[in-house]
């Protein structure tokens, strides 16, 4: 059997393979990049449910107050610390939560023991700012999360 010469050969399987390597490594970045973007949304959506509940947690406070007959302030701040993944330190949610009460008499033709209505506007803005230290330091450029809720109490008077 003769021996075939090889002299005719470029290199051209180094250059497939480089090739090859170049589309690997493209792929590996992309895979990268769209799991950390991933992550990312992931922690965004766990943020705003965090200042969801803690709004609704302010609304729930002042309601609770209000059907015991305890009239709450009419602003006031609360937080919640949440524990976050290790290594990620635990985070802080501060709500703002404002109170505004109007009377509605409820006959004008009732002397005595009369009912009057009393209507309650509740909001409750929720921030994950840190640097947040007030109540009146939550506004609407550092607000996460806003609930809106009416309540309505019957007294006789």
């Not at 010469?5 to 690997?24: I, K, N, W």
């Not at 009912?115 to 996460?144: G, K, R």
Request: net charge negative; with cysteine.
């Amino acid at each position: 059997m003769p021996m075939t010469r090889y002299t005719a050969q470029r290199g051209v399987a180094l250059v497939v393979s480089l090739v090859l390597l170049l589309l690997l490594t493209l792929l590996a970045i992309a895979a990268s990049n769209t799991s950390s973007l991933q992550e990312r949304m992931a922690l965004n959506s766990q943020e705003n449910n965090v200042a969801f509940q803690t709004a609704e947690s302010g609304i729930a406070d002042a309601v609770d107050k209000l059907d015991r007959e305890v009239t709450p302030a009419t602003d006031s701040l609360y937080q919640l610390t949440y524990d976050n993944p290790d290594p990620t330190p635990d985070r802080t949610a501060r709500t703002r939560v404002q109170v505004i009460g109007s009377e509605e008499f409820g006959n004008s033709i009732c002397v005595n023991n009369c009912p009057v209505f009393i209507n309650y506007d509740i909001t409750s803005s929720a921030t994950l700012d840190p640097n947040v230290a007030a109540a009146a330091d939550i506004d609407d450029d550092n607000t996460n999360a806003r609930h809106l809720r009416g309540y309505r109490d019957r007294e006789i008077r």
